[in-house]
């Protein structure tokens, strides 16, 4: 069993730096969604802020580490002028060439909204720290941002996978 | 020990910090609504026009994408640095900061979504 040097960084972008951060997204979301008042005590208040701190933080750097190896090292293999690189095996075929056209288009771009928004929810969590509790609306807010960080690195790994499962990067 | 059911209540292991001036997080949000506009715009303007596509190209490899994503970003920094020095000390709430940057993200999203920037491509 071995990878090839593209399956490696194949593998570093998306199942390691993309998945951590969608896979801390679910401790995330509880982390902000139960830091109210009425949940917690006040030891609790600063446990959790402390965990919520690290995980947003980690977050925010994994997915800074997800499109930076996505776009300057995994893309280039990508769009190849060769034969056999993955843009070029789905335009050749007008079955999948919507595959390049709309989804890799798409993720490429969209990708990149993940990580200035964690770096938000990383910097909103970090300024009020367990103070956020006492801030609802803010928390709400930051809550918001979070979701939609998710959400657009969501769509980047679906279409990844998608097209990887389709041509993929050997 | 019994929860804290008070949210006004002063809570000593909250220390200074939930008293912090809101300006900075409002700069933050304002920030990242314009990061992502300009993402959308820098996206749709290579499509539309070759010589800002040939510009926005840094590496060859990568293509126009290296500019438009470098270029976000820059943005984005640039953005939040002067809105934080603006705002740092300021208690201004992030009401009207989350719904601007709603709006912002919403357009830059329409701008990277290929369907749009497409149809600003030159014919063929």
Known sequence: ?170 | MAPNTNPAAPVPELGEAADRPEGPVAAAILAAGVGAFALGVLTTLAEASEPIKEFLNLYDPVGPLSGKTTGAVIIWLVAWAVLHLIYRNKPVESRLALTVSLVLIGLGVIGTFPVFFQAFAPAE
Not at chain 1, 18 to 36: C, I, Q
Not at chain 1, 141 to 169: E, M, R
């Open chain 1, 1 to 170: 069993m071995s990878f090839t040097h593209h399956e490696f960084w194949t593998l570093i972008h998306g199942m390691v730096l993309g998945a951590v951060f969608l896979l801390g997204f679910a401790g995330g979301l509880e982390g902000l969604w139960s830091l109210r008042p009425h949940l917690m005590t006040p030891e609790g208040i600063r446990g959790r802020a402390l965990r919520l701190k690290i995980g947003v933080t980690a977050m925010a750097v994994a997915a800074w580490g997800t499109v930076l190896t996505g776009t300057w090292i995994v893309y280039p293999w990508y769009r190849e002028d060769v034969p056999d690189s993955p843009r070029s095996v789905l335009l050749a075929d007008p079955a999948t060439a919507q595959w390049h056209h709309f989804g890799m288009e798409w993720k490429e771009h969209v990708a990149w909204l993940s990580p200035i928004l964690a770096t938000t929810v990383a910097f909103i969590v970090l300024y009020y720290g367990a103070g956020l509790i006492r801030h609802e609306r803010l928390r709400k807010t930051t809550l918001a941002l979070f979701v939609l960080a998710f959400a657009f690195a969501a769509v980047a790994g679906l279409f990844g996978a998608l097209i990887t499962k389709t041509a993929p990067l050997l």
